[in-house]
């Protein structure tokens, strides 16, 4: 646009344009050139670069909807875009400048951790990148597409720190952009597998602008032209998305600001998720460039994307050390039912009934009878077997009177079963009544409900 801008300029101002074929490089010229080009050592760049990747698989973002097939998508998006701030983006310049890495190779290191973290450790990371193209001086004044997506692999070690990350990352930017000339559609053709190249889901953009060169009005001669803006109709704060997700970083050269501004489709993803993503992204930068929390030298893996109300959530989630009023025992509350009701019923089975009081009275002889003749312990496993009688209601309030565990046995059970469980239980008594006490040899301690 700028290329078309001075031209437009000088033909407004001088009524002639310069069109000296001798020495301006066209177009046409620019394609000739490049299709006379060696591109061996170009070739074998790539074909090794992309070695035993699979560019049809796409990362193992935390998607929302199931991926659709190309013609049922919809090309609705979504932005999230946040400013760095003054203390973070002088952090970042800093660390670019004290480690001879360019702010563009840093933005990407940072992104290809931020993938690593957010698919689950995913360590072979492929992601496609637009550049220029216009890689001669020559070129820069001419008009054209010149534009050319490269992919961009990255295998990282999740224990590498994260300055480990970003020198790697710097090889792999240099080397890519040297050879970045070779046309995609042949990069595509020495991988006959891959049918649809995945890694241009997931796209990264650096920027750098002036705040001057951001204004919809220019200049032409002594006139003042304003840019109509040219968009698509789509709903509000919505916007049109080939891709997945494309992170783009941009550098505000006049002061010195950096943001960022994720953009996702909405096929995949919902609105409060990509605002998320570029929350936990910012939430990263913080732990690696903020002074007083810096985790550079600490491993990959140790990055956290947990923003801090979910560690809120998850801290008061796992606190176990929250007191709980005591619960009274079950003998206890009884006691306090025979104290307030004495002459109630407490417990009725067809024509036989028992009061409070009664009830009590039977339990305490049972309770005597356990601790005078068996001299059961506090916390010692009694067995009970009996039918459905009131017996059976003595006999667990008596073994709850004495601190003792309860433990019920069917009657139903064989004999060998019912001597299995006493074994497994290590109870030496059993409390039973007329109906089971034939179920039990003379070797094992037993008392009879009834007959107490």
């Not at 660390?95 to 973290?117: H, V």
């Not at 690696?288 to 990055?303: C, D, Q």
Request: charged content about 20%; glycine content about 2%.
């Amino acid at each position: 646009m700028n290329i078309f801008l001075h031209d437009l300029n000088q033909a407004y101002i001088t009524s002639e344009l310069s069109t000296n074929e001798d020495t301006i490089l066209r177009y046409l010229d620019y394609a000739t050139i490049e299709q006379q080009m060696p591109m061996t050592a170009a070739s074998i760049f790539w074909l090794n670069t992309l070695h035993d990747c699979n560019l049809d698989q796409s990362l193992p973002l935390p998607f929302d909807r199931y991926r659709l097939s190309d013609e049922h998508r919809t090309g609705r998006g979504i932005s999230a875009s946040f400013h760095f701030g003054e203390d973070l983006s002088h952090d970042f310049l800093s660390y670019s400048l004290s480690n001879g890495i360019t702010l563009e190779q840093l933005a990407l290191a940072s992104y290809f951790a931020f993938l690593f973290k957010s698919t689950n450790g995913e360590s072979d990371l492929c992601i496609g990148m637009n550049i220029n193209g216009r890689y001669k001086e020559e070129l820069m004044s001419v008009i054209g597409i010149f534009v050319n997506a490269i992919p961009l692999r990255c295998q990282l070690d999740p224990h590498w720190s994260f300055h480990q990350l970003t020198e790697h990352v710097k090889e792999i930017f240099i080397n890519s952009l040297k050879y970045s000339y070779f046309p995609l559609r042949r990069i595509l053709a020495q991988n006959p597998n891959a049918t649809k190249p995945a890694f241009l889901d997931t796209l990264f953009e650096f920027r750098s602008y002036r705040s001057e060169n951001m204004k919809n009005e220019m200049v032409i001669g002594d006139s003042q032209i304003f840019v109509l803006p040219l968009s698509i109709e789509v709903f509000e704060e919505e916007i049109m998305s080939k891709s997945d997700v494309a992170l783009t970083i941009q550098h505000d050269l006049d002061n010195n600001q950096l943001s960022c501004t994720f953009h996702a489709s909405l096929d995949l993803f919902e609105r409060m998720t990509v605002n998320k993503m570029g929350q936990r992204f910012h939430s990263m930068l913080k732990q690696l460039f903020s002074v007083t929390n810096m985790k550079i030298n600490k491993a990959i893996y140790e990055l956290s994307l947990t923003l801090s109300d979910e560690k809120l959530l998850m801290k008061s989630m796992n606190n176990t050390q929250i007191l709980f009023p005591s619960l009274p025992c079950i003998h206890h509350e009884f006691v306090k039912q025979v104290m307030e009701h004495p002459q109630k019923l407490a417990v009725e089975l067809d024509d036989q009934s028992l009061t409070y009081c009664e009830l009590l009275y039977y339990v305490q002889l049972l309770s005597l009878s356990i601790l005078n003749e068996q001299r059961v312990n506090v916390g010692e496993i009694v067995c009970q077997c009996v039918e459905r009688s009131l017996s059976m209601v003595i006999g667990v309030m008596a073994i709850e009177m004495v601190g003792a565990v309860y433990c019920p046995l069917s009657p139903r059970d064989p004999e060998h079963r019912l001597y299995a469980l006493l074994q497994q239980t290590r109870s030496r008594l059993v409390l039973n009544h007329y109906l089971t006490k034939t179920k039990f040899d003379d070797d094992i301690s037993s008392i009879d409900i009834d007959a107490v």
